[in-house]
T-cell receptor, first 118, second 117 residues
Framework: AQKITQTQPGMFVQEKEAVTLDCTYDTSDQSYGLFWYKQPSSGEMIFLIYQGSYDEQNATEGRYSLNFQKARKSANLVISASQLGDSAMYFCAMREGVSSGSARQLTFGSGTQLTVLP | KAGVTQTPRYLIKTRGQQVTLSCSPISGHRSVSWYQQTPGQGLQFLFEYFSETQRNKGNFPGRFSGRQFSNSRSEMNVSTLELGDSALYLC????????????????FGSGTRLTVV
């Protein structure tokens, strides 16, 4: 089974509107971390936001917020007031075993290509 | 502060050759991870180094290897290149290996785009 699932290969949003990018995950760990990255065409992975499994509040970073529903194992990214510069590929990723200090690799979803329309 | 630097940015190699990619982490970061990104397989973990030791390895053949130097700079090597090795290779650096919140970790470089012909 896929550990990270992003079901939207492509999304379009009008400039200044909000958009939600979906992410569901699968893990048996109690302690894990969820990340969202933005990858523009230049290739660099830009960190956007982080949510720990034990964090009680949804994470927010400026225009980015994470709608974390632990029971449903979903961690959707909400971008408010979209800008043309937000057009990029967005990846959801998970790191398991956070508290044990074990393997630190990130498992990525397949990504969502977001296009912001003027 | 300077970010993660990967060199070269682009590389074209012939099948059967070998290649070495370099990654300089953020100053003070001691952990370096490598990822391969292809259209077909997406982003896949290659390996992670901390304090010059390989701590974790992904599911890649032995042709893929790496090392880390005392200044935390890392290199990855791919021998006997195959067409399927064409990919964007991304390096990420982080502050520590164990414990702590991950929010400060995993700063990625711009990648090296390798084309095998």
């Amino acid at each position: 089974a896929q550990k990270i699932t992003q079901t939207q290969p492509g999304m379009f949003v009008q400039e200044k509107e909000a958009v939600t990018l979906d992410c569901t995950y699968d893990t048996s760990d109690q302690s894990y971390g969820l990340f969202w990255y933005k990858q523009p065409s230049s290739g660099e992975m830009i960190f956007l936001i982080y949510q720990g499994s034990y964090d009680e509040q949804n994470a927010t970073e400026g225009r980015y917020s994470l709608n974390f529903q632990k029971a449903r194992k979903s961690a959707n990214l909400v971008i408010s007031a979209s800008q043309l510069g937000d057009s990029a590929m967005y990846f959801c990723a998970m790191r398991e075993g956070v508290s044990s200090g074990s393997a630190r690799q990130l498992t990525f979803g397949s990504g969502t290509q977001l296009t912001v329309l003027p | 502060k300077a970010g993660v630097t990967q060199t070269p940015r682009y590389l074209i190699k012939t099948r059967g050759q070998q290649v070495t990619l370099s990654c300089s982490p953020i100053s003070g970061h001691r952990s370096v991870s490598w990822y391969q990104q292809t259209p077909g397989q997406g982003l896949q973990f290659l390996f992670e180094y901390f304090s010059e030791t390989q701590r974790n390895k992904g599911n890649f053949p032995g042709r893929f290897s790496g090392r880390q130097f005392s200044n935390s700079r890392s290199e990855m090597n791919v021998s006997t290149l195959e067409l399927g090795d064409s990919a964007l290779y991304l390096c990420a650096s982080s502050l520590q290996w164990t414990g702590g919140r991950d929010v400060d970790g995993y700063t990625f470089g711009s990648g090296t785009r390798l084309t095998v012909v």
